[in-house]
C-alpha cells in the first residue's frame, strides 16, 4: 500500500516559563492509505498532540512530517490552511457544530471548502439523519450531532480523517454506531483514519494501533485480520 | 474561596480591557456630577454670599422721581424694616475710536448706602466728585486703567471723569441694556460715582430712582406689595418686584436651574451605559463559569460564598470610578465656576471643595458598578450543582428560516452570519444598541451649536431685520419719535415700537412678561416662529410663546389678566384672550398690536424705541447721530445683540459638546468592548472553522457581514433616539424667550455614521485579530 503520512523525529516541546514538557520525544511513524489508525495512551502521552500536529494545528518543534508530497513542518500559518482543507477532515470530541446552520448546512458547509466533495444529503442519508435535516445542533442529541459532524468530516472528501476521542461523549450503543460510520467509510472510501482514543476496544477495528507513553511510541501492533465492529465486545 | 477569588480575578485581568473602559465611562459620568454639582453649589453659596455681603434688597422698585426725604414714608408699611433709596440713570460714555454707542447705567454710591451696595475696586473710603468706576466686564473690555480720562455725554452736556476702578454689584450681574436680549458689556453696563455728582450730572438733586426694600423676618412680598405701590406710585412707579425677579438674580437662578437638570440627566445617562457594559460583561462571565459555579456549589459553596467574589469587583469598579474623576472634575468645577463668575462680574472667588460631593459620587459610582453586578451574577443563584456535568442547556429549538431569495442571495458564511444575527437576537441587539447610544448621543448634543446658532441668526436677519434699536430713556408721542427719525440721515427704513413689562395671571399662576407691541405692517420687527413662520400681531388678544403658556398653564381662547405700572393703575387688571400660540426661537413672547393695546388698555401707542435700518455703509454715520440725540437711553446694533446672545449661552454649548465629545469616547469604548464580548463567547466556532480548512479572508468575510448588519440595525435604532435627545435638549435649555427646534442636519449625521463606522470598524478589525490568533488546538478541547 502506498504510504501517505510519514514522520521523522517529530518533536514537541511546550514551554511555560520555566517548565519544558516534552509533549513528543522524538517519534517517527509512517501510515499507508487507507489504514484505519487507533493511538492509545494514558493522558499526557502525546497522542492530541501527534494528531494535532498531523492535523495541521499545531506546529512542531523539530522534525519531518510529510502528507504524501507535502512538507508540512516547513508549512507557514497559511500554507497549513490550505493543508487541512485540501487533504484533512476533523471530527471533534465535543462536535463543534456551528449552532447558526442546520444539520445539512453544516454538512455541506464543509463541502464548500472542497474542491471535491461528496454529496452532503447522501451523507446525512448515510448516518441516518435524513429526517433531521433542518434540524439545528440545539435540537439534536449528541449521538445526532457527532453523526452530523462526522457526515461533516466525510463531506470534504478528505483524504485522512482525524478523530479526537469521537466517542468520548457518547453512551456506549452511540459510540458503537458512531465506530461504525468511520470504519463503513474508511472501507467504503479508502480513506485513511487515525483515531486518538482512551478506549482499547476501538484498537481492534484498527489496522495499526500505536501505543503511546510520555511521548514515545511505546508499541506499534499491526492487525492482520481487524474485526469488525460488531464483533468487537464494547 | 481565596482560590476562586484567583480564578476571578486572572478572568478579569483576561478581559482588562472592558474593565478599564466600564471605569473610563463611569468615570465621566462621575465627573460631569461631581463637576457640575461643584460648580453649581460655589456659585449658589457665591450668589448668597455676594447678596449678603452687599445687602441685597428683598424688594425692588424703580420710579421716575422720589425725594429722597419720602423713602422713612415707606417705613410705615407694616412688615417693611428697612428702605433704601439711590439716584440711577443711564449715560452716554464716549470713546475716542469708532462710532460705538456705549452706555454706562450710573449708580450714586454714597458712604453711608445700607442696602444694595456697591463693591469698588480698589476698595475706597470715600469717592471723589471726579471719579468714575465702571463694571468690570466693560473695564475689561477697554482695558481702562486708573487715571484713565473717561468722557460721559448726559443731558446733552460733556463731562470729563477720572477712572478709578471697578465696580461690582449683584443687581449689575447681568447688565440688561433692554429687557430681551442678553448683556453686551462692551455697549453696557454698571459704573458708578459720587451720589452728588452723579445727581448733579443727571439734572436730579435730592432725588431717587432705585428703591430698595428690607422686609421683616417672615413677611413675604404679596404682604408688602398693594401698599408699597400705593406710596410709590405718585412718583411714577415703574416696577415692583421681589428679590427673585431682579433681572441678574434671576438670570443667575435661571441658570442654576438649567444646570440642575443637567446634573440629574447626563451622569444618568452614563451610569446606565457602564450597567449595561458591566451587566453583559458579568453575565458572559458566569455564562463561562456556569460549570466551575456547579462544580463549587457540588462541593458545598453557598451562594453568597459564590457571588461575593464577584460583587467585589463592583467595589473595585465602584472605587475607581468614584475616586478616578475627583481631581479632573475639581478642575473642570473650578475652570466653569471662574468662567461664570466672571461672566456674572461677581467680585469674590471663593471655590471652595466639598469632599461631601465626593462621597456622592462615590455613592453613585458604588451604586452603578453594584446594581450591574448585581443583575449580571443573579444567574449565580439558580445554577444547580449538576449543571457541572454538562453544558449548559441550549436555547429553544430554532424555527426561523431564511426567506428563499435571502438564501439564494447569501452565500454559506454570509449566511452563518445573518444566522447568528436571529439565533441570538439579544446578543445583536446589544451590540446594535452599542452602536445607536453614541450615534443618537454624539448627533443630538453636537448638533445644539449649529441649531442655536442658527436660531439666533434666523431672528436678527428675518424677523428683526433693523441694523440699530435705539431705546428711548422714557415712553413717547408717537409724534415726537416720528421727528426723531425724520432728523436721521442715512437711514433707509425707520420705524417705532414699544415694549412693556407687565404680569400675566391665569388663574392662581403668574409670569412676568415683556409685551411687545408691534406694528402688523412692520417690516422690520416680526413675529417669527422657530420653523421660520411669520405671525402678525393680533388686535383681538395676545400671541403668546409656547413657553409662557406652558408656565401659565394656558391655552388659546383662556383669558389672562394683564397689568403693569404703565399700563394698567391701582389694582386694575385687564382680560386679555390667547388668541395664538407660537414657539418663537428668540423674543419677548408676548404680543400685542398697537390698535390692540388702545383696545384693551384704553390708552395710546407711545413708543420708547426706534428701529433703524441704515442704507448701505452708513451705520457709522447713524451711530454717530444717535450719539447725540438726547433722551436716549441704549442703542443696541443688532450684529452685537446677535453676537452676545450666542455668547450668553456659550457655557451650555461648550458643556454639550463637551458631553458630545464624552459621549464619543464612551461610544467607542462600548463598541469595541460590547462587540468584543460577543465575538469572545464564539472563538471556538471561528475556530472549528479554521479547523475545518476555512480561510482568514473567508472567517473575516462571516464577522464583517454580521457586523455591518448588526451596524445598520444600530444606526437605523439610533435615528429615533436622536429626536428623543433632541425633543430633552429643548426641553432642557428652552426658556420663556429662547426656543431651539433641536434638529440634527444630513452632515450632522453623516459625520457621526462616519466616527461610530470607524470606531465599529476598528472594533471589528481588533476583535478579527484576536479571533484569527486563537489557538486551534482548544478547540479541540473545547465543549461549548
Redesign the interface.
Known sequence: MKEVLRAKQLRKQFVTGDVVVNALAGVDFTIDEGELVVVLGPSGSGK?TML?II?G??TITSGELYYQDVAVHALNS?GL??Y???Y?G?V?????L????NAL?NI???G??SSDPLDAKELLDGVGLTERAG?????MSGGQQQRVAIA?ALC?NPDLLLC?EPTGALDTKTGVDVMRLLTDFNKKYRKTIIIVTHNPAIAQVANKVYYFRDGHIERLVVNEHPLSVDEVAW | MKYYSKNIFRTVLQNRGSYIGAIIIISIGVMVFIAMTEFLNNLKLGLEDYCEKNEFADVFASVENMPRGKLDDLLDIEGVDAVFGRLEGDVRLLRDEGSRIITLHLMGWRADDSMNLLTLRPDAEDVSADELYVGANMADVYGFAPGDTLTLVANGRTRHYTYAGKVHSPEGMYPLASESGAPDTAIYDIGAMNAEALEALLGKRGTVTAVGVRLAPGVRFPQVKAPLEQKLRPYGLNDLYPRKDQTSYNALIDEIESYELIIALLPTIFMLVTMFILYIMLKKMVDKDRQLIGTLKAFGATNWEIASRYLLQGVVIGLAGGLLPILPAELAGRYLYIDDVNYYAMPYQNYSVNPAVWANGMLISMGTALTALLLGIRDVLVIMPAESMKSAA?????SFRLPRWVDRLLN?RQ??GL??I??NLLRSLVIALSIAMPFSMVSSFGSFNDVLTQTIYDQFLKADTYDLQVRLANYVSEETAESILRKLEGVRAAETASSYPVKLTARNRSEDALLAVMDPDSTLQRIMDIDNQFFLPRSDGLILSEGFANKLGVAVGDVLEVSGGKLTRDEQTVRIPVVQLVRVGFGSGCYLSREGLERFFQTRYQPNSLLLDAEPGQLDRVKEQVNKLRGVSVALESERMLQSSAYEMDITVLMLNLLAGFSLIAGVIMIYNIINISMRERR??FG?????????DEITEIIVFEQAINFVLGILMGFPFSEALCRLIEYAVGTDTLSVAMHIRPTAYLATFGICATATMASVYFVIRGVLDIQ??E??????
Open positions: 492530541s494535532n492535523g494545528i499545531e497559511a490552511t490550505e487541512r482543507r485540501k484533512v476533523f471533534f470530541q465535543f462536535y463543534n456551528m449552532p447558526n446552520l448546512e455541506q458547509l464543509a464548500e471548502l434540524n439545528f445542533p440545539a435540537m461533516r470534504k479526537d | 441550549p436555547s429553544g429549538g430554532l454559506r449566511k452563518i444566522r447568528a436571529f439565533r471556538n466556532e472549528t472553522l479554521m479547523v475545518l480548512g476555512m480561510r482568514r486551534l488546538t478547540v479541540l478541547k473545547a465543549r461549548d
